[in-house]
């Protein structure tokens, strides 16, 4: 089974622009989380779809969005970026949602690396 | 609401000693509780898991006990290897998915 991809690898983007990012899960996974990694504020939970629904979002502004498709691919989506977005963000894929209760294993792509200039 | 707390290193070790990362969780109901490894330049893998109270996940030599009275998931390894440098995250689901700060380890030669 391919594992979880991610693209691209590395963006670079000015201020005040927007960015999409994209994930493509394991075949049959229906969650995609995402985090934004950074070392100051470590791996942070951004949010995450199962299903094409939204099911948990974390502690950021509204500038941070994404979707689900029916393929279970997702993007997320930074608008109106800040040089302190500048992180390495990650897609995580599992079978089942968080909120089913735990006990999954999430796995991991290589991470989108975003630099904001 | 949930929460992990890690012991954040850095950790230096020489090959072939024993190796404890700390980590307690903080959490309503019974969380599940991982260990992730991250390997310079890639993504975060699961390296083990418990489900419920006094599990023992290992794997690779690694073991970690879940331990609800003291809320605790400590990661531990008899002897350490050059290729076991990286950093491990703690990390617990329940409801949402929360990681302690990471732990950087080096082992030298």
């Known amino acids: 089974k391919a594992g979880v991809t991610q693209t691209p690898r590395y963006l670079i983007k000015t201020r005040g622009q927007q960015v999409t990012l994209s994930c493509s899960p394991i075949s049959g996974h229906r969650s995609v989380s995402w985090y934004q990694q950074t070392p100051g504020q470590g791996l942070q939970f951004l949010f995450e779809?199962?299903?094409?629904?939204?099911?948990n979002k974390g502690n950021f502004p509204g500038r941070f969005s994404g979707r689900q498709f029916s393929n279970s691919r997702s993007e997320m989506n930074v608008s109106t970026l800040e040089l302190g977005d500048s992180a390495l963000y990650l897609c995580?894929?599992?079978?089942?949602?968080?909120?089913?209760?735990?006990?999954?294993?999430?796995?991991f792509g290589p991470g989108t690396r975003l630099t904001v200039l | 609401g949930n929460s992990v707390t890690q012991m954040e290193g850095p950790v230096t070790l020489s090959e072939e000693a024993f190796l404890t990362i700390n980590c307690t969780y903080t959490a309503t109901g019974y969380p599940s509780l991982f260990w992730y490894v991250q390997y310079p330049g890639e993504g975060l893998q699961l390296l083990l898991k418990a489900t419920k109270a006094d599990d023992k996940g290992s794997n690779k030599g690694f073991e970690a006990t879940y331990r609800k009275e003291t809320t605790s998931f400590h990661l531990e390894k008899g002897s350490v290897q050059v290729s076991d440098s990286a950093v491990y995250f703690c990390a617990l689901s329940n409801n949402d998915m929360r990681f302690g700060a990471g732990t950087r380890l080096t082992v030298k030669p």
């Open positions: 779809y199962f299903s094409e629904t939204q099911r």
């Open positions: 995580a894929s599992s079978e089942q949602s968080h909120k089913r209760g735990g006990g999954d294993e999430q796995f």
